[in-house]
């Protein structure tokens, strides 16, 4: 029913910055939010962010805020992920995670139940 396409990984020196990007599909999302996490080797699978799809509001990891933005273009169904100010820290592969019962975020993974197939990110110099 859901589809998840993510995009936008790869290497950048500490500092820098990457945007990535999670187009959905199968089916018209409503009242859903849309999210990040992320899974170092060796770590589990860790909250980043997430966005309501209906009103917008937003939740971050406080290990990433400040530093970390996350928006949603609803015509195309896709979240972004915009990462400043990149720590080799935040080296690992992130995942696009829906949950379809978004009308309040959470950070609580058993919420999302949709999953995209992840995307390295890798912050070295």
């Known amino acids: 029913q859901v589809q998840l396409v993510e995009s936008g990984g790869g290497l950048v020196q500490p500092g820098g910055s990457l945007r990535l990007s999670c187009a959905g599909s199968g089916r018209t999302f409503s009242r859903y939010a849309m999210g990040w996490f992320r899974q170092a080797p060796g770590m589990e699978r860790e909250f980043v962010a997430v966005i309501s799809w209906t009103s917008g509001s937003t939740l971050y990891a406080d290990s990433v805020k400040g530093r970390f933005t996350i928006s949603r273009d609803n015509a195309k169904n896709t979240v972004y992920l915009q990462m400043n100010s990149l720590k080799p820290e935040d080296t690992a592969v992130y995942y696009c995670?829906?949950?379809?019962?978004?009308?309040?975020?959470?950070?609580?993974?058993?919420?999302?139940?949709?999953w995209g197939q992840g995307t390295q990110v890798t912050v070295s110099s």
């Open positions: 995670a829906v949950d379809p019962s978004g009308l309040l975020v959470t950070s609580r993974r058993a919420r999302y139940e949709y």
